[in-house]
């Protein structure tokens, strides 16, 4: 019985009868306006809480996303520049072929001893108009010998080493061959023009020399073959009262992109 005067069993004894008088309120409903205050209470908090940590977390998210688009961008590149240099690449090896297939047609229907040469540079040791190819005296090469592209004479050697040569192209002012007007069997001269085209030189007065006319090698020059083409006649540029007629020539070759070439043997 002494426990009944215990400050533990009147604390126990408050307890209960405070559980008994709110579950006495609540079957009332008399707690739901404190309940409803407790539960809304926290709410501005959350609020405040929620815009401090909403621009954070945007914020980072953003960073975020930049970063992966960023290194999507930086893929898209890589693959872009990829897929360039295989078109770069195509392109080129398109162009080399195109070229071999012209020069093997010319190969088949022609009776000259031709030496197949890779052109190495062009523009060699700054001269204006020349090229370096990869064959020399070990092939058969030898100075004043004939430069040929897909049937057209492109110039001549100018110098031989063992194993590679310079040639000086036909459209460089240092050029000239002899040459005949394919129509009539008119000999005159072909010289280059400072590298804008060529110039057929030294024709006769009284020539018969007209647009469209077809000009070739006439030769008097024991190093290069008879009967290469050096192009056509494209304008006349001379009058009635010269003493020489002069035209200008168009060749097909395109002088600064030669890939193959062949020189001519005699």
Do not use: H, W
Request: charged share 15%; aromatic share 8%.
């Amino acid at each position: 019985m002494r426990f009944i005067y215990t400050r533990a069993f009147g604390i126990f004894s408050a307890c209960v009868v405070v559980v008994a008088i709110l579950s006495f309120m609540q079957t009332k409903g008399i707690l739901d306006p404190i309940r409803v205050a407790a539960l809304q209470s926290p709410r501005p908090v959350i609020i405040l809480v929620e815009n401090i940590v909403m621009p954070i977390k945007n914020f980072f998210s953003t960073l975020y996303q930049l970063k992966k688009i960023a290194q999507e961008n930086n893929q898209l590149r890589s693959e872009v520049s990829t897929l360039q240099q295989n078109l770069t690449q195509y392109q080129q090896e398109a162009l080399e072929n195109d070229a071999l297939r012209k020069e093997l047609g010319f190969v088949k229907n022609t009776q000259l001893s031709l030496i197949p040469c890779t052109v190495l540079s062009e523009n060699a040791f700054g001269l204006t108009d020349s090229i370096i190819l990869n064959c020399g005296t070990n092939e058969g090469i030898s100075e004043g010998q004939a430069i040929i592209s897909q049937g057209y004479l492109v110039g001549k050697i100018n110098y031989a080493g063992k194993n590679s040569s310079t040639g000086v192209l036909a459209i460089s002012s240092n050029f000239s061959t002899d040459a005949a007007i394919s129509q009539t069997g008119v000999n005159a001269i072909a010289k280059g023009s400072f590298g804008s085209g060529i110039i057929l030189d030294q024709v006769p007065q009284n020539a018969l020399l007209s647009k469209g006319s077809l000009v070739s090698t006439a030769g008097i020059n024991e190093n290069i073959p008879k009967g290469v083409l050096i192009g056509e006649v494209s304008d006349i540029l001379s009058s009635g009262s010269d003493l020489f007629k002069r035209a200008a020539l168009f060749s097909p070759i395109d002088f600064n992109n030669l890939s193959f070439v062949f020189v001519a043997k005699q």
